[in-house]
T-cell receptor, first 118, second 109 residues
């Protein structure tokens, strides 16, 4: 089934540990995104990638890093997790990037990863 | 930065009732999007609006792009129990997509 997969589904992590959240899409979309969702704050963009090999910072990038070695995968890494990074993380993809307007720019979301940092 | 206010925060309705929710912005957007999120799932795109004044339907859902380009509403007619979830608006201005805080909808059978 075509779409976006995320792993793990959920994770409890000790503060200070390193963690990589995985995201894979099979729609051959050019652009991919990482959001965090917190109660009362909606969805906030962490990092994005308009095409393979490029990445950019979103609204809340501090404490996170990403890489885009190929079209399908867009892992998000927390180098040293802190409790404020407890959240639900969503990966998304779109055929084209944020700058355009139209159906090809609209984002499809993965099922999310629930991360708890103690 | 861009701010987007979504209301109401939550709604409790009876099955069969119509529902209306809206979003307003302090900035002009060139796209308005409406998503629905079921528990434990990611948001799913319901309707996309690209022109001021545009009125678009998707089944029992109708959304409009306000003429001022600073607001949008979503209507759900004849609600059913599976309409339960969180509805998010999102506005695109330039290269940024801003999400509202969501409207939690509960439908009582």
């Amino acid at each position: 089934i075509a779409g976006i997969t995320q792993a793990p589904t959920s994770q409890i992590l000790a503060a200070g540990r390193r963690m990589t959240l995985r995201c894979t899409q099979d729609m051959r979309h050019n652009a991919m995104y990482w959001y965090r969702q917190d109660l009362g704050l909606g969805l906030r963009l962490i990092h994005y990638s308009n095409t393979a090999g490029t990445t950019g910072k979103g609204e809340v990038p501090d404490g996170y890093s990403v890489s885009r070695a190929n079209t399908d995968d867009f892992p998000l890494t927390l180098a040293s997790a802190v409790p404020s990074q407890t959240s639900v993380y969503f990966c998304a993809s779109s055929d084209r990037g944020l700058a355009g307007v139209g159906p090809y720019n609209e984002q499809f979301f993965g099922p999310g990863t629930r991360l708890t940092v103690l | 930065g861009q701010q987007l206010n979504q209301s109401p925060q939550s709604m409790f309705i009876q099955e069969g009732e119509d529902v209306s929710m809206n979003c307003t912005s302090s900035s002009i957007f060139n796209t308005w999007l409406w998503y629905k999120q079921d528990p434990g799932e990611g948001p799913v795109l319901l309707i996309a609006l690209y022109k001021a004044g545009e009125l678009t339907s998707n089944g029992r859902l109708t959304a409009q792009f306000g003429i001022t380009r600073k607001d949008s509403f979503l209507n759900i007619s004849a609600s059913i129990p599976s309409d339960v979830g969180i509805y998010f608006c999102a506005g695109r201005g330039g290269s940024r997509l801003t999400f509202g805080e969501g409207t939690q909808l509960t439908v009582n059978p």
